[in-house]
């Protein structure tokens, strides 16, 4: 009698299976429509067809497939799994060096969620300036929320502009970051925390997190390695989900930080 194929091995050793449960996550399929998705022909993806219907993770229903119950249930689980190999993938040399412990558990497990995620690598000679890219779009944002564990000094005359538009700015810097800004920037501190919108709050831990920033308009975002040198690499996107990612990171350090009121 022949063996029987594992469910691991019957969807992830295709990749027309794997692309086909994903194609009728959403809703039910015509052959048509399938094929046109999968760029394929019946002979090919009919055997495929036939092998998940088998297995009942595909019911056929007059001309359409769509997923079973147990189909729907593995579905689901497959989507995040895929999006979170794809996510390391795309940029595996950075998340490789990476040290994910100032990532918290919750927002580990949905990595997945900064798909589509491009790589800011500065030249050395460029290597501690501000991205143009990350310029830009923060000047038009409407609302930023920022949070720094290093201190670059073109922060604050460019926080400084944006809040002169009565942009919304939430910022949260660790005490090191924070002194220096007393100490050398001091006037310019004060002028920016005496804007009605903005607010400054002090992270009292030790982060693993060099800096992001998440606004209406992007997400940039800048881990610490885990080797000692900084690099100074991020990842920069616009996607809906990287944003929402960013807003739940800042939350999350916001619970932990101290309101600064007074200078």
């Known amino acids: 009698m022949e063996k029987r194929v594992g469910l691991t ?3 992830f050793r295709s990749e027309k299976r ?15 429509e399938i094929q046109e998705q999968l760029c394929t022909d019946p002979v090919s993806i009919l055997p495929q067809l036939k092998k998940l219907k088998d297995r009942k993770l595909v019911i056929q229903k007059n001309h359409t497939y769509e997923l079973s119950i147990t189909g729907k249930v593995i579905v689901d689980k497959m989507s995040p799994l895929i999006d979170t190999l794809e996510v390391l993938e795309d940029n595996y040399n950075y ?14 497990s949905r990595i997945w969620e900064l798909k589509n995620c491009k790589l800011i690598r500065p030249k050395l000679s460029h290597m501690f300036e501000l991205d143009p890219e990350f310029v830009e779009n923060l000047l038009l944002s409407r609302k930023v929320l920022g949070f720094s564990s290093y201190f670059n000094p073109s922060f604050i005359p460019l926080y400084l502009e944006i809040a002169k538009k009565e942009t919304e700015i939430s910022l ?30 002090l992270f009292p831990k030790n982060s693993k997190i060099a800096d992001f920033t998440v606004t209406d308009k992007f997400f940039l975002l800048t ?6 040198f900084f690099e100074h ?11 929402k990612w960013g807003t739940d990171l800042f939350s999350h350090m916001q ?9």
């Open 9 to 11: 091995e019957l969807i």
């Open 255 to 263: 619970e932990e930080a101290v309101q600064v009121k007074e200078i």
């Open 172 to 201: 949260i810097v660790t005490e090191p970051v924070l002194k220096r800004l007393k100490t050398d920037h001091n006037e310019d501190l004060q002028a920016l925390v005496g804007f009605e919108y903005v607010n400054l709050s």
């Open 223 to 228: 881990v610490l390695p885990q080797a000692k």
């Open 18 to 32: 794997k692309e086909l449960l994903l194609f009728l996550k959403d809703k039910p399929r015509s052959i048509y």
């Open 233 to 243: 690499e991020s990842l920069f996107s616009s996607e809906l989900q990287a944003l």
């Open 95 to 108: 998340w490789s060096r990476r040290n994910f412990e100032g990532i918290p558990k919750v927002l580990r």
